[in-house]
């Protein structure tokens, strides 16, 4: 339990720190990002693996391959419109001393982060943890339904 433990906290870190990054380069950057579908190189999850269109919780997402397994995924709601950034980063990478540094965020502005605990599934088989910054105060419930 110790070793969830200190993964969670190392996550927690990570989450802070890439909103931090992403306030510092400002709203414009990622504003070709705040509707779906977001410019090549994203790919909607759900056509590459046998995953549904949209996923409670999370949305409708898209990842740039080359940033598996961590991310950052991007979560539409039904409307389109970006409402989190989740990454997925496995549990034994950060017990083995791998950091994801640096990750890309869909949207400087951030209101929370929930963490939590993935047995795994399609895309990232391995245990791991989501990390998911929502965008705006109504993101979480959009994403709910």
């Avoid at 997402?61 to 039904?78: K, N, S």
């Avoid at 939590?116 to 245990?127: D, I, Q, S």
């Amino acid at each position: 339990m110790n070793r969830f433990v200190v993964a969670l906290t190392s996550i927690t870190a990570l989450a802070v720190l890439s909103a931090c990054a992403a306030l510092a380069s400002g709203p414009e950057a990622n504003a070709k990002l705040d509707t779906m579908p977001p410019p090549a190189p994203y790919a909607q999850v759900s056509r590459l693996l046998p995953l549904p269109e949209f996923i409670p919780g999370l949305g409708t997402i898209f990842v740039a391959p080359d940033t598996l397994p961590a991310g950052p995924f991007l979560g539409y709601d039904r409307d389109g419109r970006l409402s989190a950034t989740i990454y997925m980063t496995p549990l034994k990478d950060l017990e083995g001393g791998i950091s994801f540094d640096d990750l890309a965020v869909g949207n400087s502005n951030v209101v929370s982060v929930d963490i939590y605990y993935n047995a795994g599934h399609p895309g990232v088989e391995a245990p791991h943890a989501h990390v998911v910054l929502f965008h705006d105060e109504g993101a979480k419930g959009r994403l709910a339904e």
